[in-house]
């Protein structure tokens, strides 16, 4: 159709052409040629040439003439600018559309001008340009062929034409067949010059290594820049069964989570045929395994996955080994191996076991003790294996790794029974698994006593009251100490400490009772001879080595009113009367006598008071209660008494209270004769007289009866004695010695006990003797030497202790 209207064009244009030209003719005018050539799809408006000044025309002529194109064409390619005088392209040329396949190809058109009348030719040849690539008739089709793979070598295959619409080198020039190992390309030429492919077998096919042949046929053209257009050839190659299923691995691997769940899919294996259809189709399967793999492990048998359906355990087996086989229909089986690794799952906890431990552990152990040996295992492996152990709480322990598996508790501080008598230890393994499990132990342990405490009193000192007059026996007072060890080590007993006391032993005074530290008197306390008590007390523990401490005990004795009071002044006689002597012109509050008394006690039992008991006249004296002055209350008169008697009471302040009376003889007087005369009664002096000679008489009788009879007593000893040496003299018999009572031989020493030393005393304001017995004086000693056997020395001395009986006896 397009090689039919470019005929047409061409058939008209040289028909207008032909017409044109006898029209010039016909008018009898010759004019100018022009020929211009220029490129095709120029843009509208482009300068083709200048006519005006091609033709030799200028532009008033041009515009005078009323030039114009006059073109036989539909179309009008061109344009005159008359008041330019230049030539433009007024419409798009192509030059396929104008001219097809003819070359060269240009339109021609012609110029008139008027007054006078012109006429001139213009040729305007039309360039090719390289604007159209090669163009299959199906482009956007593929070509498609199916080609057993048992076809000869040398088999042609034709294939379609490209079209060029362009010309010349711009046309098509050659056909590209895209790289392929089994076709090549063959170009034949038309006999009106266009040329036609054919794609040639050059080597055989194998489906089983490319079912499938993609090919591109290109054609190119020779313009610049150089255009192409492409068609897809798709070769499908038949099959033939002569291939067995292979794997697409010889070995597969895969990992999978212990504990994984029932149904899970690991893996899919995959097996290809190189046959197709029925021949190509696959079934798998698992080969007979051995062992417990059988039940953990399943396969689909279309698509070739393998999942679990048993339970997978880490600690039992690490690896799994199977075989997968693949079988298509003709029979042909192809295998692979897989191997199944098991990740280990966190899911063991520490095994914790003990393989030694000591309880109780003595508190006086060395840093560094071992208590306890651990054996920890954990099932699981790696991290999840790896195991730490430590103590919950702050504890004086610590755990140390020895040998693999083993941990030691060792001490870590030294230990205190008295603090902390027994601990409970609580570890914890723990492994390092995500997340991470545990497991502990506790245990119990005691700390033994070592005895490191000393018995340790509740005071520094004691101090203890106790009234005086007690009852020996009573309980005074008691200590306490406590010693923070245990059992034995804590058992405490009480001993006194041997003190002096007023030159005597403490025991004399007070009693320990060593189990309870009750103290009680041992006798009858008196505040006026003892005031207070200091002692001793050790408290010692029953440990090996016992430890003890001491501790002051203070025991004050409190006073009670166990004295009256003593009247000092005046002083009472027996046989004497004194009295204190007033005169008559004594004013009033005159003093006449003052009455001392003391008490022997202390504190408010010797706060002492004056009272007036009795007296002649009560309205002539009174006393001071407090300080016992004897005063007139008023003055003397004539009428008044000269022999005046007043009963004085000195009374404590104890409870219940002690009293003394005195009587005080007062004489109103102002002369001697005057009191001698009314104080004559002297009954009570007589009889104190004879009294005083009674017993001065019965005195007497009995020293001088004691004389005599002791003198007799020694002579008698000295004769028998002396009778007995002169006896043993005579005699050949051996000397045995004689030994006094209460004699005791002890190296060489002996002692004689009970010597008593009598003392008669008078005193020398009275008028009555006293005898007093004084306590066992200083022992005689008697020496004696064992190894003398004269007998005429000892009879020597013995004769002489005889004639000296107040010396010392002494026998060598």
Known sequence: ATRKRIFQNKLCHHIDRRLLMLLLHVVNMVGGQIRYSIPEEMKKGSVIGNVAQDLGLDLKRLRSGRARIVTGESIQYTELKTDKGILVVNERIDREQLCGDVTPCSFSFEVILENPMELHRITVEVLDINDHAPVFPNKDKTVSFEISESAVVGVQFPLQSAEDLDVGLNGLQDYVLSPNDNFILKQHANPDGSKYVEMVLQKPLDREQRPHLSLKLIAVDGGTPQRSGTVNIDVTVLDANDNAPVFNQSVYKASMMENTMRGTSIITVNATDADSGTNGLIVYSLSKIKGSAADIFSIDENTGTISVSGQIDYEKDRRYKVRVEAKDQGGLTGTSKVILDVTDVNDNAPVINIMSFSSPVSEDAR?????????????????????????????????????????????????DRESISEYNISITA?????????SSTKLHLKISDVNDNAPVFDKSIYSAHIIENNSPGSSIFSVSARDTDWNQNARISYVLEDTQVSSSPVSTYVSLNFETGVLSAVRSF??????????VVKAQDGGSPPLSSNVTVKILIQDQN?????????VQTGGSLVAEMVPRSADVGYLVTKVVAVDVDCGQNAWLSYKLQKATDRALFEVG???GEIRTIRQVTDKDAVKQRLTVIVEDNGQPSRSATVIVNVAVADSFPEVLSEFTDFTHDKEYNDNL?????????????????????????????WRQSRILYHSNLPVIPYYPPRYSDTLGTGTLQHVYNY?????????????????????????MDPSSTGTMQRIQNEKSILDEPDSPLEVS
């Open 430 to 438: 723990t492994n390092f698994g995500s997340p991470p499990l545990s």
């Open 693 to 721: 000679t009674f017993y001065l008489v019965l005195a007497l009788a009995v020293v001088s009866f004691l004389f005599i009879t002791c003198l007799v007593v020694i002579i008698s000893v000295k004769i028998y004695r």
């Open 526 to 535: 008196d505040y006026e001879q003892i005031k207070q008590l200091q002692l």
């Open 562 to 570: 166990d004295n009256p009071p003593q009247v000092l002044y005046p």
């Open 367 to 415: 840093l560094g003790t071992t208590i306890l040996i651990l054996n920890v295992k954990d099932a699981d492996s790696e991290k999840n294996g790896q195991i730490q152990c430590s103590i919950d709480g702050k504890l004086p322990f610590k755990v140390e790794s020895s040998l693999t598996n083993y941990y030691n508790l060792i001490s870590d501080q030294h230990f």
């Open 759 to 783: 003392e008669v005393c008078r005193t020398t304001d009275s008028r009555k003797s006293d005898c007093k017995f004084g306590r066992a004086g200083s022992q005689n000693v008697l020496i």
């Open 625 to 627: 209660l407090q300080n």
